[in-house]
Structures are given as C-alpha cells and as structure tokens.
C-alpha cells in the first residue's frame, strides 16, 4: 500500500476515551450543564495536580479569556505597555489591546524560540507594567532571568503557559512559580482538552477573587452558589463592567477526565519527539531543544526547521507532506507580519531577525497522543523522503 492509499494523518487529533465520555454522560444527566460542581472540581483537582491546593485555579472558557482575566485584574490599562513575544498567537497580545494599553513586541532566543531576555530589558520604558513570556511548544522560557528582570523594575509577569502543560522550569510545574498569574489553554490540539477552555492560576487572593468576578458578568455572587443555596439567594449585585468568560460542567468534565492522563500524554509525546530526533539529526533539518536538564518540556509541539543550507524550502516541503498525506502547521506566523500589528506599531521583519529568519524556515509535523508507531513511521518517511537530495532531483 503506497501512501496515497493510507487515511490522512492530521497535525492534530484529540485523545478521547470511555471516561472521558462517561464523565460529559454524567453531566448531561445531572441537569447542571453550565458552571457548577464539576467546574468546582476540576479547579480543585488542577490545583492538586500542579502540587498546592493553596494555588488559586479559575477555569475559564479559554486561554484568552484566561490572559484577558489576569491582565485586567493586575491593573493593566490605558497609558501601560506590555512587553511580549512577536513569535507567538495573536491571543497573547490582543488581549492587552482590550484594556486600551499598548504592545511591545520583542524577538525570541534563536535556540529555543522563547522570548529574549536582553530585548525585554531593552525594551523596557517607564510605561512598562508587565511582561508575558511564552512557553513556546512547551519549553519553559528562562522564568528565572524573567522574574529577576520584573523585580528590578517593578514589573508584573503573566505566563501564557498555552503550551506549557506539564512543564517544569527549574524543577517546578509552570503554574508554581513566581509570577502574578499563569494561564494554560485546553483548545482541542493542546495537550490536554475540554475542547474549548482555559484555567487561570494565581497565589494572589485578590487578583483572584477580581478574576471571579469578572469572569461572570462583574457579579458579586457565583450562579453556582446562588442556584444550588438551600435558602433564598436570589439577590446579587453588579460591581464591575464583566465578561462571559466562565467554563460550563461539560467542558469540566472532559478535563477532569484529561487531567488523569495529563502525565500519560506528556511521556507518549515525548517519545515520538525523541523518535523524531532520532531520525532527523542527519538530515539538513535544525531539530526543537531539549529541555534543560532535570527539567520538563510538555511536547506540545514539534517544530523543524530547515538548515540554511537544505535543499527546499519550507513550503516546498509543508507541499510534499500534504502530497504524502501528512498534515502539518507554522507555529507561528510572527505577529509583526500581521496587518494589525505591523500598522499599529510601524513594525519591520528587520526589528525581529531570529522570529522572521524561524518562521521562514519553520514547520510543526504531527506530534499528539493518539498516534500510533506506524503513524511516527510514516511522518519520518514522508520528512526524509521530501528533504534528501535525491527527492529534489
């Protein structure tokens, strides 16, 4: 059978299994559908996996709502900056735009893809209010350099963990650290799902207790406990211009089931990374770092990117793959390119040589779970089979 014959092997696919489907089951037939006990209970149960039940967990219905949460409840507004990666979603910086404040994009370490510390520092201003690393395909970004940065300069310092879960940085979980809030994303192509949501983290009891709020339309009371009181508790007040931001039992429910298996995905995705380093590292391919040792990477992605002196180029080869039937992505197209941000701020690919030189040689291959072995064999076959020399002539 050639691979023309063979089903089509998506970038992504979701791991759904019998528990996952019996827990949405048990919530459609307990009647409580929107926010309630299982949301209750996938907060708490996210705290305990992250290792401290002090940690402050707020689902939210994705990981936007999740940084647009934070970033309010920190104060972030109109006359502020906030200084973030241009390798990254829009996400990351349009929720800085919702506040009226303004964007600072800066490049990435041309290793890891993570932001670079020394462009934070140089593009600090007296405007500056916070920072927003990125954990870009689930390898930390050096948080200890970041957070001596913040404190120097009196910064605040939200993760977009998107990508990050479970990954350690410095032994710890992202999600324990330092820094004001952390938010991760559970879209369907993360690592793991509620197909869509997100869960904001924080040690701060106010930032807390303002993110609840808002998280629900500015209500002083959670419908959960107004709907499930024993007395009447009709009555709540509105303190604050909120948003629809909370995450519904269904959704719960598949991420009480995922986050069992949260530690089960990571190791079967780190062996195919490892099976595609291995057949890789000949080929005129720059493979993704490794994390630091003693440290976690979450494997969210695998991005290759071809070596200056490969013989195709990058869309030549995303081409291929699709003629192989492989599916494939660009993690990302740098926000400096887009129309928005470019016109906004007058940005150029120059201001960003390592972001712009990635994205023009970079590609993410399939990289989820569910994959079999047969379907890793047939990703390296189909990548070997596009970029040696023999495939060009």
């Given at each position: 059978m050639s691979d023309t014959d063979l089903p089509f092997l998506p970038f992504a696919l979701p791991d759904i299994g019998e528990a996952e489907i019996a827990e949405v089951v048990d919530t459609l037939r307990s009647g409580w559908v929107t926010t309630g006990p299982k949301a209750a209970r996938f907060e708490r149960e996210f705290a305990a996996f992250l290792g401290d039940e002090t940690l402050h967990c707020i689902a939210v219905n994705s990981a936007t709502a999740g940084l647009h949460l934070a970033a309010e409840a920190v104060g972030i507004g109109p006359g502020d900056e906030v200084i973030t990666t241009t390798h990254t979603f829009t996400a990351t910086a349009e929720v800085v735009r919702y506040l009226g404040a303004d964007v600072k994009l800066v490049d990435v370490d041309p290793a890891t893809l993570n932001i670079d510390v020394a462009a934070i520092e140089a593009a600090i201003t007296p405007r500056t209010k916070a920072l927003m690393p990125v954990h870009f395909a689930g390898l930390a970004a050096d948080m200890d350099a970041i957070h001596a940065l913040a404190h120097r300069h009196g910064l605040k310092v939200i993760e977009d963990a998107a990508h990050a879960l479970p990954t350690t940085c410095g032994g710890r979980l992202v999600g324990t650290l330092a820094s004001e809030a952390t938010v991760f994303s559970f879209y369907a192509n993360k690592t793991i799902t509620t197909g869509e949501g997100g869960m904001l983290v924080t040690r701060d009891a106010a930032l807390a207790a303002r993110a609840k709020v808002m998280r629900l339309h500015g209500m002083n009371r959670d419908a959960f406990d107004r709907f499930t009181a024993k007395v009447p508790s009709w009555y709540y007040e509105i303190v604050a211009p909120g948003y629809k931001y909370n995450l519904t039992d269904i959704a719960a429910a598949l991420g009480l089931q995922q986050l069992k298996r949260a530690e089960a995905f990571r190791a079967r995705r780190e062996a195919i990374a490892a099976a595609y380093d291995a057949a890789f590292a000949e080929l005129p391919l720059i493979t993704p770092p490794r994390a630091r040792p003693g440290d976690t990477h979450a494997w969210h992605?695998?991005?290759?990117?071809?070596?200056?002196?490969?013989?195709?180029?990058?869309?030549?080869?995303?081409?291929?793959?699709?003629?192989?039937?492989?599916?494939?992505?660009?993690?990302?197209?740098?926000?400096h390119l887009h129309p928005y941000w470019r016109e906004?701020?007058?940005?150029?690919?120059?201001?960003?040589?390592?972001?712009?030189?990635?994205y023009e040689r970079m590609l993410s291959i399939p990289l989820f779970s569910r994959m079999s072995d047969g379907d890793v064999d047939r990703v390296i076959a189909a990548v070997r089979g596009a970029v040696t020399p023999a495939a060009v002539r």
């Open positions: 992605l695998y991005v290759l990117r071809l070596a200056d002196d490969a013989p195709i180029g990058r869309d030549t080869l995303i081409e291929r793959l699709f003629a192989a039937g492989i599916g494939c992505s660009v993690h990302y197209i740098p926000l906004r701020y007058g940005l150029q690919p120059a201001m960003f040589p390592h972001s712009q030189h990635a």
